[in-house]
């Protein structure tokens, strides 16, 4: 991939977004379908990119919206998505820090858990983050798995309180004097005049 975020192909360049060139290191996959080339980022093989195939040389296949900052439109989504987290302080502190180590997924990141939060309560999503942030996982992905896990064990907690309840009421007064009765006990001598004899 060239600094100018193009994709050099047979001759003629391809334009993928701008922010796609990251390094020397950046690298996409392309594959060919019927009359165009399709590129997908190359390590999360999200797609990046569709352009016609180009029969000549030297020409350039430009998409407008390639050239256009998305950040803002980034920024947006980061405020909306920090509103909807219970302490949006943390969320915001959350947000960032993916942001800065997911740069380039930073839109699918968001999206997965905006995803994560319409289907959660607070207290779930509150101790989610707090985990995350304590343990330095800063990925949608972590969060969603944390989330679920959280949401798993207060439904676990929830079943045994209800059988707890459920035991005791299934209890009538016969039972009840039942488990309070006590076997007879006998003293160890009467055992062995058994034996002795």
């Known amino acids: 991939m060239r600094k100018d975020n193009t994709i050099?192909?047979?001759?003629?360049r391809y334009s993928v977004p701008l922010g796609t060139y990251q390094g020397p290191e950046?690298?996409?996959?392309?594959?060919?379908?019927?009359?165009?080339?399709?590129i997908y980022d190359f390590e999360s093989t999200a797609k990046l990119?569709?352009?016609?195939?180009?029969?000549?040389?030297?020409k350039l296949s430009k998409n407008r919206d390639h050239g256009r900052k998305k950040s803002d439109?980034?920024?947006?989504?980061?405020e909306k998505i920090t509103l909807l987290f219970p302490d949006n302080k943390r969320a915001?502190?959350?947000l960032s820090r993916i942001r800065k180590e997911k740069q380039r997924y930073i839109?699918?990141?968001?999206?997965?858990?905006?995803k994560v939060l319409e289907?959660?309560?607070?207290e779930t999503i509150t101790k989610a983050l707090k985990y995350c942030i304590g343990n330095k996982l800063y990925s949608a992905s972590d969060f969603r798995d944390i989330t679920s896990y959280y949401d798993k064990e207060k439904i676990k907690y929830k079943n045994d309180d209800i059988l707890?309840?459920?035991?005791?009421?299934?209890?009538n007064e016969k039972d009840k004097a039942k488990l309070a009765a006590k076997p007879a006990v006998r003293d160890l001598d009467v055992y062995q005049k058994i034996f002795d004899s």
């Open 8 to 12: 050099p192909i047979k001759g003629n």
């Open 26 to 38: 950046s690298y996409v996959k392309v594959l060919e379908d019927n009359g165009k080339y399709l």
């Open 49 to 58: 990119a569709e352009h016609k195939i180009i029969k000549t040389k030297g």
């Open 73 to 78: 439109n980034i920024d947006k989504l980061i």
């Open 92 to 94: 915001d502190k959350f």
């Open 107 to 114: 839109r699918d990141q968001l999206l997965v858990i905006k």
């Open 119 to 122: 289907d959660k309560d607070a």
């Open 164 to 171: 707890l309840v459920a035991d005791n009421i299934a209890l």
